[in-house]
């Protein structure tokens, strides 16, 4: 784990942004993340309860002390556990999601997300989350910064879903898709931006193990 007490460099006003290369144009994933320490006479649980409604085994799913990175092409069974939504189950599209955030007053996203990365007027990149039922969402309003993790095929939760692909940060009411920011780049923008190697979670191949679900031609 990372020792917060030792990071000595401030954070910069404007939130950062890296740079990805998508079928010949740069667009950036907007990075919405924070970094807390726990007072030391408060602890958290290392597991997540579960219900009887997903049939877990065992009863409780720890914390993810892994995570990978996934390729833009194919699609990945996912779940999480929001405080709204508690566990729901989902499939990050292999089309990436491209929201335009303007400058003026025409909002064309169901959420404003001016608030959290500043006013821009531009694309930005995004993977995209549909609920694994034909109705319901796989987010809601207080679901913000659940962590998603893999889910194995053909099963709802596999004892190795404990591996992180992103964080959820928004979602459309309309159209019911879920949006979230890759994992990877969240770990390589938080040592970059505090100068210090994150240590847990580890990142770990995709091919170790796991098998991404492609769509039938």
């Not at 893999?150 to 459309?172: C, H, P, R």
Request: charge should be negative.
């Amino acid at each position: 784990m990372m020792d917060f007490s030792s990071v000595d460099k401030e954070r910069d006003k404007d939130m950062p942004c890296l740079q990805t290369l998508i079928d010949g144009r740069t667009l950036s994933f907007g990075l919405n993340w924070a970094l807390v320490k726990l007072a030391e006479n408060r602890g958290i649980g290392m597991s997540t309860r579960t219900t009887s409604e997903h049939d877990l085994t065992p009863t409780t799913v720890g914390v993810p002390y892994k995570y990978t990175r996934i390729e833009p092409n194919k699609t990945y069974p996912v779940l999480k556990k929001g405080r709204t939504t508690n566990w729901t189950e989902g499939t990050i599209s292999r089309i990436g999601s491209l929201l335009n955030i303007r400058k003026d007053d025409v909002n064309v996203m169901p959420v404003d997300l001016r608030g959290r990365f500043g006013e821009t007027n531009g694309v930005m990149l995004a993977y995209g989350i549909f609920n694994g039922k034909k109705s319901g969402y796989f987010m809601e309003s207080g679901d913000s910064g659940s962590c998603v993790m893999l889910a194995e095929s053909g099963t709802k939760f596999a004892d190795d879903n404990e591996i992180a692909v992103g964080l959820l940060f928004a979602s459309n009411e309309w159209t019911r898709v879920s949006y979230m920011i890759p994992m990877d780049l969240v770990i390589q923008d938080i040592e970059d931006v505090t100068g210090h190697t994150v240590i847990v979670p580890k990142f770990v191949e995709y091919a170790d193990g796991f098998s991404a679900v492609t769509p039938d031609k």
